[in-house]
């Protein structure tokens, strides 16, 4: 059973997550463990446009984000069925791409820096 103290720890922990736009500019900020990353951009006002078109119900591309491939590894879990359906319609596809709202932060993924392409296609619209 935790105690206070460690739940407590649990739920308030912070990672440091930096977004490199197309342009170079780097985007740093940190965010709680158990947000996703487009959690991440919209709780911290982060001027990424069109990201999260569809709020995270996986019914569109515009959170795509590209990690590097030691970064990738160290995610928790692989895309889903869903998830990679939606990356075929990503522009600037990797193989280390995924949709930034199927990104739960861990402890483990501390200092973690996605790359966000350039363009972005919203299946939405």
Not at 30 to 57: M, P, R, W
Not at 71 to 80: G, I, M, N, T
């Amino acid at each position: 059973m935790l105690s206070v103290t460690n739940t407590f720890l649990f739920f308030f922990t912070r990672v440091k997550v930096t977004f490199v736009l197309n342009d170079g500019k780097r985007l740093e900020t940190v965010a709680n463990v158990g947000d996703t990353l487009l959690d991440v951009v919209v709780n911290n006002d982060l001027n990424i446009e069109g990201f999260g078109a569809c709020e995270g119900t996986v019914t569109c591309s515009t959170c795509h984000v590209i990690l590097k491939p030691e970064d990738f590894e160290r995610l928790p879990e692989e895309a889903s069925d869903e998830e990679r359906d939606m990356l075929e319609l990503a522009y600037s596809l990797t193989e280390t791409s995924r949709l930034g709202c199927q990104i739960t932060l861990t402890k483990e993924l501390d200092d973690l820096e996605v790359k966000v392409p350039e363009a972005i296609n919203d299946a939405c619209s």
